[in-house]
């Protein structure tokens, strides 16, 4: 694979030893560990450094950990050996991977802003397709007012969530949480400072 998106991801988590994002999970996500099944199978999109993918591990679950850089998927690889967990991890384009039809009881994506439209559509799509009845989606991502902050996420104002555009997608399920706030954040170098975050947890019928 080689494109720019490719490239400037493999130097970004490449050029250091630190995780750019911590090793902690996101804070949505823990928030809403309630939602997710007490044993299964959950898809981490775009799972990069593996924080995320490695929290539900500890909790249980059987996790494939989806992302499309091997820098960052070596750092997974180090962080689920130290934390005495073991994941799938899939080298794939987030994109273009073959989301195996209703295979996951939830899907989580955290911060996979760099997609553009034509792509975050194709992504959603395949994550819908990939989730079983009754199983859950939870999403986190910058909303476009943190343009003004500039403390984490692109700059591109259409790679943005808002909360149209999640009722958009996955409006024709059961949304059981949706919140749209200003939080203080400190998740490694990447996601730093006051913050403005917007939240789904929707269930699949």
Known sequence: MNTPDFDRWQTRFGQTEDYVFGEAPNHFLVASA?????????????????????????????????????????KARRLAQKRGVTMEIVEADVHRWTYPEASFDAVVEVFTQFSNPADRAQKWAGMRRTLKPGGRVIVQGYTPRQLEYGTGGPRVAENLYT????????????????????????EGDGHSGLSAVIG??????
């Open 34 to 74: 309630d939602f997710l099944p007490k044993q299964g199978r959950v898809l981490a999109v775009a799972d990069g450094e593996g924080r995320n993918g490695v929290w539900l591990a500890a909790r249980g679950l059987d996790v494939t950990s989806l992302d499309f850089s091997p820098a960052a998927q070596a």
């Open 163 to 186: 909360e149209a555009m999640l009722r958009t997608a996955f409006g024709d399920w059961q949304i059981e949480r949706l919140v749209e706030e200003d939080v203080e954040m400190s």
């Open 200 to 205: 789904l947890i929707a269930r699949k019928p």
